[in-house]
């Protein structure tokens, strides 16, 4: 038996629809007591007011519900057609209450999150297992894409928000909050005369077999570097693939400008380049005119609390 019991006060927000939902949990109880007087003493109400909202769904409707004779109520034809389509909204109206209840307690919500390829998964494992254990309930969806087409995902709307970098401002209609800082600079073989030197200099990549990360968003950006100071970068390998880079820098196949946090497989060292220094600001990016989710706000306020400077 479908639980009525509510206070008339819950159904003020459904006033001037075609029927009120109080209507419907009044005429679901007395089609159930087939009695007016049991009927309101169920849902908490005076017996008029229940007549009165029953009458005026029977007007809204064009038929009536009940026979209402001296010794007895029974449903008409019509009210048995209608007490099955009127249960199934009240139903339906209850999951939709529960449903939004849950969701803005975050008790079961999604998240569509996306992060740049080139940002090493390493970097989040702990954040990530921090986050489902405050809030189990939601369930995440890692999209990963080079950062101009999480970019267009999110001005879409197919994303939530996205962790992203890039040596340029973010554009119109983005809003950026910048997450942890790392430093660019060459990845290479344990054992590789590198690994002798504390940093490196933009310079120290001639000579070597480059390896090329494709989808690098400050590939350009030091390409130009390069150029600046008399030389152009000759790549030996290309690949869209990071883990097939690093895979390749760990065989001694050749060097790589790559994050700090990014270089991180068996085998692969990493140095910094200074002189030019070359940072990279990670940012939890969202559409700047977008009301954020109870979600979206959890998941940014976790990223902000988030220890990055310790994080492994």
């Not at 229940?50 to 009210?79: P, S, Y």
């Not at 430093?183 to 200099?201: I, V």
Request: proline share 4%.
């Amino acid at each position: 038996m479908p639980n009525y019991h509510r206070d008339d006060a819950d159904e003020t927000s459904a006033r001037g629809r075609f029927m009120e939902m109080h209507e419907i949990r009044y005429f679901l109880a007395a089609s159930e007591t087939l009695n007016f007087h049991r009927a309101a003493d169920l849902v908490h109400v005076g017996q008029p007011a229940l007549t009165r909202a029953i009458q005026k769904l029977e007007a809204e409707l064009g038929g009536h519900l009940f026979h209402r004779e001296k010794t007895r109520v029974r449903l008409t034809d019509f009210g048995c057609l209608m007490r099955t389509h009127l249960d199934e909204v009240f139903r339906r109206s209850e999951t939709a209450k529960s449903t939004a209840r849950s969701f803005l307690s975050l008790e079961t919500a999604s998240l569509t999150l996306g992060v740049m390829c080139t940002i090493g998964p390493l970097r989040f494992i702990g954040f990530l297992n921090a986050f489902r254990e405050r809030y189990p309930g939601i369930e995440v969806t890692v999209i990963e894409g080079p950062a101009s087409h999480l970019t267009d995902l999110l001005m879409e709307g197919k994303l939530d928000v996205a962790l992203l970098a890039r040596p340029e401002p973010f554009g119109h209609g983005l809003k950026a909050d910048p997450v942890y800082r790392e430093r660019f600079g060459l990845a290479f073989s344990t054992g590789h005369p590198f690994e002798m030197r504390n940093t490196l200099h933009l310079t120290d990549v001639r000579g070597e077999a480059y390896l090329e990360r494709i989808n690098c968003e400050y590939g350009d950006h030091i390409d130009g570097l390069c150029r600046n100071i008399g030389f152009d970068i000759r790549s030996a390998f290309r690949s869209e693939r990071e883990d097939w880079i690093l895979a390749m820098i760990a065989a001694g196949m050749g060097v790589c400008f790559i994050a700090e946090y990014s270089a991180s497989h068996p085998g692969v060292c990493h140095r910094p380049v200074v002189d030019p220094e070359i940072i990279r600001e990670v940012s939890l990016v969202s559409v700047a005119d977008r009301l954020p989710s109870p979600v979206v706000s959890a998941f940014a306020k976790a990223v902000k609390e988030h220890d990055w400077q310790t994080a492994q």
